[in-house]
């Protein structure tokens, strides 16, 4: 079974400063990633997604992800911190049931907060 | 940029009412989801729906719920009689075919108040 966890469900920052959100991955097979974010009373709107090519990989906003296997993390990280970040962060992984259909399993999210 | 469509975008019903959301997936998706997100919680998977009939669903599917594809645009999450404890916002979710195209794609969610 694939799964995800992701450490710290509120994270401040200030603007201007490293985000850094991070997730670990548990998964038998190469995993494929994702991070959704969803602002204010919005949907899921998909960020990045890793499907085992490049380790690093980059997605809107600003925003890049990397994928450790040695660690099984895919931590998010933006540079510099705008206010039009602020949002809920969710990382998410491909899982499969026997039958071979694909859904997306997500972490419980982590909430950004940016300071001014 | 296509996208995925849902209606209405808020609905509130009574307890023991049978409420029909509705989603419009991207036109050339082949695979379908509901998820459903309680306030402040996780996002929960509760179905998928391939080739007219349901490949997965989650212990929270019981059979209060049921999804049809009435036509060929239109999928729906129905709840026969509802619970207080079903307000949540509902997510449909519509994914290409090929084992390579991984990312689902969202709407922007009904959220359903129960009262």
């Known amino acids: 079974a694939q799964s995800v966890t992701q450490l710290g469900s509120h994270v401040s920052v200030s603007e201007g400063a490293l985000v850094l959100l991070r997730c670990n991955y548990s998964?038998?097979?190469?995993?494929?990633l994702f991070w959704y974010v969803q602002y204010p009373n919005q949907g899921l709107q998909l960020l990045l997604k890793?499907?085992?090519?490049?380790?690093l990989v980059k997605g809107i906003n600003g925003f890049e992800a990397e994928f450790k296997k040695s660690e099984t993390s895919f931590h998010l990280t933006k540079p510099s911190a705008h206010m039009s970040d602020a949002a809920e962060y969710f990382c998410?992984?491909?899982?499969?049931?026997?039958?071979?259909?694909?859904?997306?399993?997500f972490g419980i999210g982590t909430k950004l907060q940016v300071i001014p | 940029e296509p996208e995925v469509t849902q209606t209405p975008s808020h609905q509130v019903t009574q307890m023991g009412q049978e409420v029909i959301l509705r989603c419009v997936p991207i036109?050339?998706?082949?695979?379908f989801y509901w998820y459903r997100q309680i306030l402040g919680q996780k996002v929960e998977f509760l179905v998928s729906?391939?080739?007219?009939?349901?490949?997965?669903k989650s212990e929270i599917f019981d059979d209060q719920f049921s999804v049809e594809r009435p036509d060929g645009s239109n999928f729906t999450l129905k709840i026969r009689s509802t619970k207080l404890e079903d307000s949540a916002m509902y997510f449909c979710?519509?994914?290409?075919?090929?084992?390579?195209?991984?990312?689902?794609?969202f709407g922007q969610g009904t959220r359903l108040t129960v009262v």
């Open positions: 979710a519509s994914r290409a075919k090929g084992f390579l195209n991984t990312e689902a794609f």
């Open positions: 998964s038998s097979v190469p995993p494929y």
């Open positions: 890793y499907t085992s090519a490049a380790t």
């Open positions: 998410a992984v491909r899982s499969m049931n026997s039958g071979g259909y694909q859904k997306v399993t």
């Open positions: 036109s050339n998706h082949l695979y």
């Open positions: 729906f391939y080739n007219n009939e349901i490949s997965e």
